[in-house]
């Protein structure tokens, strides 16, 4: 059975700084593409930053590029989410999810999802 937990969410003022982290079991973790979603209160599920296994690059939405970066601890089964600079506007339940390898982690069908944690920050 897949299972995905994460933790690190919480509250912080504007400018703050969070680390999510994203245990995994059940699955071969450094086969398997895995990625970073929210979803905050009336908006869509939005992929935030993923990393391909098949040459290990990483991909970053536009909105948080230079302010969060994915990382990977395979020894642990572990991915982290470092998240600097934080704006009102990341508010949200941040998700890992793991799909099926590929080129690009940006197109993968996402298969498995954990239950979120929850990001606020107060303006």
């Known amino acids: 059975e897949v299972q995905l937990v994460e933790s690190g969410g919480g509250l912080v003022q504007t400018g703050g700084s969070l680390r999510l982290s994203c245990v995994a079991s059940?699955?071969?973790?450094?086969?398997?593409?895995i990625a970073w979603f929210r979803q905050a209160p009336g908006k869509e599920h939005e992929g935030v930053a993923c990393?391909?296994?098949?040459?290990?690059?990483?991909w970053y939405a536009d909105s948080v590029k230079g302010r969060l970066t994915m990382s990977s601890d395979n020894a642990k089964d572990t991915v982290y989410l470092q998240m600097n600079s934080l704006k009102p506007e990341d508010t949200a339940v941040y998700s890992c999810?793991?799909?099926?390898?590929?080129?690009?982690?940006?197109?993968?069908?996402?298969?498995?999802w954990g239950q979120g944690t929850q990001v606020t920050i107060s303006s």
């Open positions: 999810a793991v799909g099926a390898p590929g080129p690009s982690c940006s197109t993968t069908a996402y298969t498995h």
């Open positions: 059940g699955v071969t973790f450094d086969a398997t593409n």
């Open positions: 990393i391909s296994r098949s040459d290990g690059t990483s």
